[in-house]
């Protein structure tokens, strides 16, 4: 079954330093996904993204965030300046469909630790 | 805006019993979409069950059915026959029909323990 994968499984990194987290989705997904998982709380939405544009972005997404496509199979989040807030679980996601019957396919996550 | 709540922090069940989880929804669409998801201690996002919500079927999937009661926005998940392997975290989801992103929201979660 196809999968969506994330890489790195676990990054440490000091604060205020740059990370990018990398995400190869399903070859045939048009739409994809950043999640994130503060450790012991629900999952929440960062940003969608489409047509190589951003669709929808949360509060959470802000100025330190970027996400890009740059060669057509990776899809990346990158935070600018991290801080000891955006220790948490990234998840990627994409879906093929745009009616949202199929649901989502997640990576298995990419655990930030900011130190 | 959307908003999903599951009001049972933890529970437990013994193997082979049967276990319901509670999920209550607000939303003004009347079309739109509810999913159980599993997070293992893996902490993979794994899709257990969906239901549209213009079927009035519930949906099933093995052991897993849910009972969704549209009027009272609710969407209940029940594990029969419970195993080991499903001890994990269950978050319920509302997806809205249509929008530029699609995007989830997910409650607080269930921890889940299936003792043996």
């Known amino acids: 079954e196809p999968e969506v994968t994330q890489t790195p499984s676990h990054q440490v990194t000091q604060m205020g330093q740059e990370v990018i987290l990398r995400c190869v989705p399903i070859s045939n997904h048009l739409y994809f996904y950043w999640y994130r998982q503060i450790l012991g709380q629900k999952v929440e939405f960062l940003v969608s993204?489409?047509?190589?544009?951003?669709?929808?972005k949360s509060e959470i997404f802000d100025d330190q965030f970027s996400v890009e496509r740059p060669d057509g199979s990776n899809f990346t989040l990158k935070i600018r300046s991290t801080k000891l807030e955006d220790s948490a679980m990234y998840f990627c996601?994409?879906?093929?469909?745009?009616?949202?019957?199929?649901?989502?396919?997640f990576g298995s996550g990419t655990r930030l630790t900011v130190v | 805006a959307q908003t999903v709540t599951q009001s049972q922090p933890e529970m437990s069940v013994q193997e082979a019993e049967t276990v319901t989880l509670s999920c209550t929804y607000d939303t003004s669409e009347n079309n739109y979409y509810l999913f159980w998801y599993k997070q293992p201690p893996s902490r993979q996002m794994i899709l257990v069950i969906r239901q549209e919500a213009y079927k009035q079927q519930n949906a099933t999937e093995n052991r897993f059915s849910v009972n969704f009661q549209k009027a009272a926005k609710s969407f209940s998940l029940k594990i029969s026959d419970s195993q080991l392997g499903d001890t994990a975290m269950y978050f319920c989801?509302?997806?809205?029909?249509?929008?530029?992103?699609?995007?989830?929201?997910f409650g607080t979660g269930t921890s889940l323990t299936v003792i043996p």
């Open positions: 989801a509302f997806m809205k029909h249509v929008s530029a992103g699609n995007q989830f929201y």
């Open positions: 993204f489409y047509n190589n544009e951003i669709s929808e």
């Open positions: 996601a994409s879906r093929e469909d745009r009616g949202g019957v199929r649901g989502y396919t």
